[in-house]
């Protein structure tokens, strides 16, 4: 088990090896399809793109007192084509849930990244991760507005690593 | 004639979306404790475990089992000695807004397929009606997620492919659905009708117990024979291997054309929220 604080660095990345759990903590973002559509279009993003962590997520409301909704990964497939110019622009860690193309995963090894896996279905548990959460673009969006998280011990699995593994083809 | 209020149905629609999306049906945790001891791999028995420590704490927590609260779907049977004064699909919509508000449930349906407005209220639901002899109205509800049913099929196979080209095209549908519907899954395969009747066969057909089979002895054979392949296939739990690739494969048919043989394939997400109720 490896446990990472973001920002993520290059170092960082070459930790990861398919299979393993990894625990992050620190700062991430929120994005699904229509936040992608509108950030690859943006010239200057209101966070560190570079050394950043997308996680795939629609929450769902939260209650007074708690940090955030119910929040599981989303499937990362929907995100593929789009996630290729953020990882240009230095997008270190996706976590989503499934297998995604070949294409995406060529790329994502190309620009020094690693996409992860969380559980899909557990966003109770997963929720209790979060420590806080603050929507920074897009509010008309809702559910699929970005949202910067604070998480502690975020449990995740390496899914594609840099060195060519894919865990749902090994296994 | 048993006269039955709107105001009554708008209520137990909101409780019981709210009670599906927060507590998992005690069955289908049995089922998902029961594939967790006979796993094999270890990744795979933790997400078993997780799955299940996840029921917990939405069941103790207040908070959703999933952000995926669904659309909600309804099977409606109407007793034909019934009265009804006004519009149930409009009561039964009501009391989807009222339950997705109340409940801080996920509101993820938009209006049109391209300019993708929200409708804020998680409204309309899908609602199928059947008229039955009788003075009651059964109301199946469920929450469907959009990740499950996104892996969903129909094909229509020509009769002579027979029950080999049926075993087929459902391992097929599930070997490269992967990990994306969230698996262990729940199976539904409706058989026959035709184009439409084959999806809401296999719809109907997710809503059934966990723990009953097909009367039809062939069609009961088939879902045990597709129950042990498809956990021979190593999809595995989130697609990562192992042994739990499904809980239950539940097959409903219908008479059909001498031209054709309709599948569809309709599955669901380990969450399996739904519940029937009887005003």
Known sequence: MIKLTTPISNDDIKLLKSGEKVLISGIIYTARDQAHL?????????????GSTIFYVGPTPKR?????????????????????????????????????????????????????????????????????????????????????????????FVAYDIYGNNIFKDN | ??????????????????????????????????????????????????????????????????????????????????????????????????????????????????????????????????????????????????????????VMLTPTEGIDGVKKLVLDTIFNAGGKPCPPIIVGIGIGGNFEKSAVLAKEALLRELDDSSKDKTIKQLEDELYTEINKLGVGPMGVGGDTTCLAVKINYFPMHIASLPVAINIQCHSARHIEVIL
Do not use: W
Request: hydrophobic fraction near 40%.
């Open chain 1, 38 to 50: 509108r950030l690859i279009k943006e010239l200057t993003l209101p966070f560190e793109i570079d």
């Open chain 1, 64 to 156: 007074e007192g708690f940090s955030i909704g119910s929040s599981g990964p989303t499937s990362s497939y929907r995100m593929d084509k789009l996630a290729v110019p953020l990882m240009e622009r230095g997008l270190k860690l996706m976590i989503g849930k499934g297998d995604r193309s070949e294409e995406f995963r060529l790329e994502m090894i190309k620009n020094n990244s690693c996409y992860l896996i969380a559980t899909g279905g557990i966003g109770a548990l997963l929720s209790s991760k979060i420590v806080s959460s603050e929507l920074i673009l897009y509010e008309d969006l809702g559910a699929e507005a970005v949202y910067k998280l604070e998480v502690k011990d975020f449990p995740c």
């Open chain 2, 1 to 154: 004639m048993r006269t039955i209020e709107l105001s009554n149905v708008t209520n137990i629609v909101k409780e019981s979306v709210i009670k599906i999306n927060y507590e998992l049906d005690n069955s289908l945790v049995a089922l998902i404790q029961k594939a967790k001891s006979s796993e094999s791999k270890e990744i795979s028995k933790s997400i078993l475990s997780d799955i299940l420590d996840n029921q917990d704490i939405a069941r103790e927590g207040n908070i959703p089992l999933c952000q995926d609260t669904g659309i909600v779907v309804v099977f409606l049977e109407v007793g034909t000695e019934v009265k009804i004064n006004g519009d149930i699909y409009e009561a039964i919509n009501k009391g989807v807004r009222l339950g997705y508000s109340e409940g801080y449930l996920r509101k993820s349906v938009v209006n049109h397929p391209f300019i993708r407005v929200n409708t804020k209220d998680n409204s309309p639901a899908i609602i199928h009606t059947k008229l039955v002899s009788g003075d009651k109205i059964k109301l199946h509800i469920a929450a469907k997620g959009g990740g499950s049913e996104n892996m969903s099929t129909v």
